[in-house]
């Protein structure tokens, strides 16, 4: 089955920097990504998405790429605020079409 | 709308008790799944549905029954809690296996002593 992990567990920044979040995958036959915004004590958000036949995607501050041949994909966020600051979670769709879950990375933002 | 209504939101259970969590959704969504959140382990499925009548196994079903008799509701039952079963929990919906953003209800956390 579908298998996913992500890296790093915890991402520190500068505000103002970047910050890139990678994920890889097992099974070539996924072919949808999303990443998902998780702020303390809430649920988890949809804030992009990406499926198999285009390889990257942006939406303002926000970007994914995708490698299908490597098989990861990998979320970048420009400009960072401390709005930003949240626990992000990437996931691949399996042939159940269920989503696979990264474990997450904590992103903080110093100011 | 009120998209996924999820309740309660913390609940306390003795090791041996049962419980239902309740989960349901107001936009007639086909797909419905419960996941649990452990630190640093992400989500993970339990159970899924992707109609009514319909109920599949996720990746850590044991300990856990659910049920989808209308579209609305997709209840999670803890038969005999175990500490093990300490976590916060999600509902989740999606429209379809195409459309596949998900919505998650707000959690609920259980700690079973």
């Known amino acids: 089955g579908e298998n996913v992990e992500q890296h790093p567990s915890t991402l520190s920044v500068q505000e103002g920097d970047s910050a890139v979040i990678k994920c890889t995958y097992s099974d070539s036959a996924s072919n949808y990504f999303p990443w998902y915004k998780q702020e303390l004590g809430k649920r988890p958000q949809l804030i992009i998405d990406?499926?198999?036949n285009v390889g990257e995607k942006k939406d303002q501050r926000i970007a994914v790429t995708l490698n299908k041949t490597a098989k990861h994909f990998s979320l970048h966020i420009t400009e960072t605020q401390p709005e930003d600051s949240a626990v992000y979670f990437c996931a691949a769709r399996d042939s159940n079409y269920q989503l696979i879950w990264g474990a997450g990375t904590k992103l903080i933002i110093k100011p | 709308n009120a998209g996924v209504t999820q309740t309660p939101k913390f609940q306390v259970l003795k090791t041996g008790q049962s419980m239902t969590l309740q989960c349901a959704q107001d936009?007639?969504?086909?797909?419905m799944s419960w996941y649990r959140q452990d630190p640093g382990m992400g989500l993970r499925l339990i159970h899924y549905?992707?109609?009514?009548?319909?109920?599949d196994q996720g990746e850590v079903p044991n300990g856990y029954n659910v049920s989808r008799s209308t579209t609305e509701d997709f209840p999670l039952r803890l038969l005999s809690a175990a500490p093990s079963q300490t976590s916060v929990y999600f509902c989740a919906s999606r429209q379809g296996r195409e459309n596949t953003e998900a919505f998650f209800g707000q959690g609920t956390r259980l700690t079973v002593v």
């Open positions: 549905s992707v109609g009514a009548g319909i109920t």
């Open positions: 936009m007639n969504h086909e797909y």
């Open positions: 990406i499926r198999s």
